[in-house]
């Protein structure tokens, strides 16, 4: 199993004023990859674990912080580990129709830390676990073959954060529930020098955050995803 080792540096300072120390671990990754349909089609697995110790941990509570709110104080985590599995499947499976897809699983949990009541949970639950993508083209058969069309697909699943609120002591579950987005694709290359090609993408208008988060001075804050939009791109060459 091909493994690497991690040292990052961090930018985060504690509550007395010093940086948090520099993340340190070890990466591990395993895969296989295979051809078929006389190498048509491609596929490939690979499982990965990630080990790291002093990821920056915001501090739930900023009052001994002496730079809160301009900038907030954090301490050093335990151990942390990501693992999953990443699949990916590409290649053309007929005649003018290609197609890729690919999903993946990805956790990561506290393994070690100074509070045993975090061993085992997720050290940040803003990331989705689940990742799912598909696409697929084909070119039009015939007179019609300057025309390719296609569609693709994208899933992920929820995200959530614990949230204190700034008066009481209830916490509130700030959560993006998971969500489907589709687009179209539709392009005319009458040749190699000229192409037109359009794009309908987030073809339902899905409403959704593109990404939630946990402030301890602004509480919840989201970034809304774009809202259903066109695109059309002409490419020429000389």
Known sequence: MPDTDIFRP????????????????????????????DGALNASLALFRIDEANRARELADQGACPTFPNRSCYEAAGLVRSEGVDIELQGELAAGWQIGTGYTYSRTEYRKDANPDRIGTQYDTGVPEHLFKLNSTYRLPGKLDDWRIGANLSWQSETHYLIAPLTGSTQVRHQQDG?????????????ERFSL??????????????????????????LYGAPRNFKLTMRLKY
């Open 197 to 222: 090609q359009a794009n309908v993408n987030n073809l339902f208008d899905k409403t959704y955050y593109l990404a939630i988060s946990d402030d301890v001075y602004w509480g919840a804050t989201e």
């Open 179 to 191: 969500y489907w987005l589709a687009g179209l694709i539709a392009e005319y290359a009458p040749g």
């Open 10 to 37: 961090q930018n985060n300072v504690d509550i007395s004023g010093n940086t948090i120390a520099p993340i340190e671990g070890r990466n591990f990754e395993i895969g296989l990859k295979g051809e078929y349909l």
